[in-house]
């Protein structure tokens, strides 16, 4: 997921570069609750962010129709995509201040490798309760703000976007302590272990 360039994903979807740029995934497929969280707080949002939305593919028709709803300003700096190609999600990378994320191992090495600071929603109904556990391994680390998926509300995440990219040190932090579970080595290091026994 390195080697991306903000540039490109602003320019293709259209969006200015004078504030910070907030990414939500919910994975390849989407998830409806962040789909929902984020479509309810995109008024707010608008008003100092731009999304990059990625909706899942069979998410994307209802999600364009409520955004249809929204603000002319809203519509502005907000941009629901179905699914981003493998550099698009490179060049999302680069541009994102700011990660909101379902807490899926991917994702999460992901955020790690790229040093992303993140406000992570975790599907609670994953197997043996294990997206929950990995966001509270990281928030207990700093490297994320967490939401908790039963009770998570629109004004709850806008709230914890603004309080983020109001404090660029916060992310900085952040994006720093994400990286210390990066192990971009690890399959090397597995190799060579297993050849010297």
Do not use: W
């Not at 903000?6 to 990414?23: C, F, G, H, M, T």
């Not at 999302?92 to 790229?114: K, T």
Request: hydrophobic share 50%; aromatic share 4%; glycine share 6%.
């Amino acid at each position: 997921m390195r080697g991306g360039a903000a540039a490109n994903i602003l320019e293709k979807l259209v969006l200015s570069d004078e504030r910070p740029v907030v990414l939500v995934v919910g994975g390849s497929q989407g998830a409806r609750q962040v789909n929902e969280l984020m479509l309810e707080a995109a008024e707010e949002l608008s008003a100092f962010v731009s999304i990059i939305h990625q909706t899942g593919e069979g998410n994307i028709a209802a999600v364009q129709k409520r955004a249809e709803q929204l603000s002319k300003r809203a519509r502005q700096c907000y941009r629901p995509i179905a699914f981003l190609s493998e550099q698009d999600m490179r060049d999302a990378y680069a541009a994102a201040a700011l990660v909101v994320s379902r807490a899926g191992s991917s994702v999460l090495f992901e955020l790690a490798l790229l040093k992303k600071p993140s406000i992570l929603i975790p599907l609670m109904s994953a197997a043996a309760g294990h997206q929950e556990e990995n966001a509270r391994i990281y928030q207990a680390a700093g490297a994320c703000a967490l939401l908790n998926a039963r009770t998570a509300t629109p004004a709850e995440l806008v709230t914890a976007v603004a309080g983020l990219v109001a404090a660029p040190k916060r992310l900085a932090q952040m994006g720093e302590a994400a990286g210390t579970f990066a192990k971009p080595q690890a399959a090397a290091t597995i190799a060579q272990t297993i050849l010297k026994i």
